[in-house]
């Protein structure tokens, strides 16, 4: 079955350290993956996306991705994080046909001023 | 523009009882997609709707049902209710509920079973 797996359930960083946050796929067909940040008491928004070309994505508020197809992989960076990231963190990917999407369990992620 | 709506935002049932959630998607937006997440993990997929047809369903039993409206409007229903309903319910609109169509996720209804 098709699954999207993050290994980082809870970040806790200090304001300006930088971020990866990751994220593993299991498709064997095309796949476009995404990121989706939810900050408190907000709807999920989009971050970022990968449907095809360039592997390294960038998205809003600084955010980037790296799509790498041998490592079944697509890990969200940052530079420098702001006290205002801190947010719940989804990967997602559309498998299969439509847009019904498959998310990862989630990254808790805190940014301590 | 508003987004997507959900109502209500809130609500606490109780076991063996019937719930009905209701969402607006965005205006022009012909394709709503329901998720339920429980606490702790991602949102799974329930149901797809275009043009008030079911165009996929998720691994939950039939005890879920859905339908969509002429206004693309749509309510999901859930029978005979467990604790293990307890989540949030967001409701997603897209244009066409195809792969180059963004979603655009409801702020959700948290629904308690006690």
């Known amino acids: 079955a098709q699954s999207v797996s993050q290994h980082n359930h809870h970040v806790i960083l200090s304001e300006a350290a930088s971020l990866e946050l990751g994220c593993n796929y299991s498709y064997g067909g095309t796949v476009n993956l995404f990121w989706y940040v939810q900050y408190p008491g907000q709807h999920l928004q989009l971050l970022l996306k990968?449907?095809?070309?360039?592997?390294l994505v960038k998205g809003i508020k600084g955010f980037e991705a790296e799509f790498i197809k041998s490592k079944f992989s697509f890990n969200l960076r940052k530079p420098s994080v702001q006290w205002s990231d801190t947010a719940e963190y989804f990967c997602?990917?559309?498998?299969?046909?439509?847009?019904?999407?498959?998310f990862g369990t989630g990254t808790q992620l805190k940014v301590e001023l | 523009d508003a987004g997507v709506t959900q109502s209500p935002t809130h609500l606490i049932k109780t076991r063996g009882q019937h719930v009905t959630l209701r969402c607006s998607p965005i205006?022009?937006?012909?394709?709503v997609s329901w998720y339920q997440q429980v606490l702790g993990q991602g949102p799974q997929f329930i149901f797809q709707?275009?043009?008030?047809?079911?165009?996929g369903r998720g691994n939950f039993p039939d005890r879920f049902s859905a339908r969509q409206f002429p206004n693309y409007s749509s309510e999901l229903n859930v029978n005979a209710l467990l604790l293990g309903d307890s989540a949030l319910y967001l409701c997603?609109?897209?244009?066409?509920?195809?792969?180059?169509?963004?979603?655009?996720f409801g702020n959700g209804t948290r629904l308690t079973v006690t």
């Open positions: 997603a609109s897209s244009f066409d509920g195809q792969r180059n169509s963004p979603l655009h």
């Open positions: 709707y275009y043009e008030k047809e079911e165009r």
């Open positions: 990968y449907f095809s070309g360039d592997p």
């Open positions: 997602a990917a559309f498998t299969g046909g439509g847009n019904k999407l498959t």
């Open positions: 205006s022009g937006h012909k394709s």
